[in-house]
T-cell receptor, first 113, second 112 residues
Framework: GQQLNQSPQSMFIQEGEDVSMNCTSS?????WLWYKQDPGEGPVLLIA?????ELTSNGRLTAQFGITRKDSFLNISASIPSDVGIYFC?????????????FGKGTKLTVNP | DGGITQSPKYLFRKEGQNVTLSCEQN?????MYWYRQDPGQGLRLIYY???????QKGDIAEGYSVSREKKESFPLTVTSAQKNPTAFYLC???????????FGPGTRLLVL
């Protein structure tokens, strides 16, 4: 089945630093989504990407849909303490007429004030 | 407020008992999903429903059952056949089964 390799597994940074994380796969995906999850809460959608090569920003967040459709990255600029959490990538594929999401294992971000 | 609600937030059950987790949405979404999350892992799909009165097994359906009698509700039953039921359960919904999925706050199930 499809698998996503998300890296790094964890990051410890200082407030104000930029952050970069990525997901790669040997499979092709139709969509790429990036979610953030706070402890004990459900994931919240940050950015959705629908076309290969697409580069989309949401405030300090920027994500790109890889041109090969097998990868995506998420950048966070000028990190702040509230950026702490677990970031998940998800690749979307069409199966049986519906969109199935395959999730990475997450990148745990710690921001030191 | 529009959104997805899951109740309760925490649930404790004895081993061997069935337990039903609630998921309700007032977003008028056709599609609903149940995922399981274990520590340090990504989300794994248990069941999904594209429309009312229809549902399909996901990747880890064994030991679980669902129903979709109403558009806004998609309850998940964790049966005694599920070997390792302790986990964080997340419900999601989307306008259609081809649209972006949005998640509820989750229910943490602890089986003692």
């Amino acid at each position: 089945g499809q698998q996503l390799n998300q890296s790094p597994q964890s990051m410890f940074i200082q407030e104000g630093e930029d952050v970069s994380m990525n997901c790669t796969s040997s499979s092709i995906f139709n969509t790429w989504l990036w979610y953030k999850q706070d402890p004990g809460e459900g994931p919240v959608l940050l950015i959705a990407l629908y076309k290969a090569g697409e580069l989309t920003s949401n405030g300090r967040l920027t994500a790109q849909f890889g041109i090969t459709r097998k990868d995506s990255f998420l950048n966070i600029s000028a990190s702040i303490p509230s950026d702490v959490g677990i970031y998940f990538c998800a690749g979307g594929i069409t199966q049986g007429g519906s969109e199935k999401l395959v999730f990475g294992k997450g990148t745990k971000l710690t921001v030191n004030p | 407020d529009g959104g997805i609600t899951q109740s309760p937030k925490y649930l404790f059950r004895k081993e061997g008992q069935n337990v039903t987790l609630s998921c309700e949405q007032n977003l008028n979404h056709d599609a609903m999903y149940w995922y399981r999350q274990d520590p340090g892992q990504g989300l794994r799909l248990i069941y999904y429903s594209q429309i009312v009165n229809d549902f399909q097994k996901g990747d880890i359906a064994e030991g679980y059952s669902v129903s979709r009698e109403k558009k806004e509700s998609f309850p998940l039953t964790v049966t005694s056949a599920q070997k390792n039921p302790t986990a964080f359960y997340l419900c999601a919904s989307s306008m259609t089964s081809r649209e972006t999925q949005y998640f509820g706050p989750g229910t943490r199930l602890l089986v003692l």
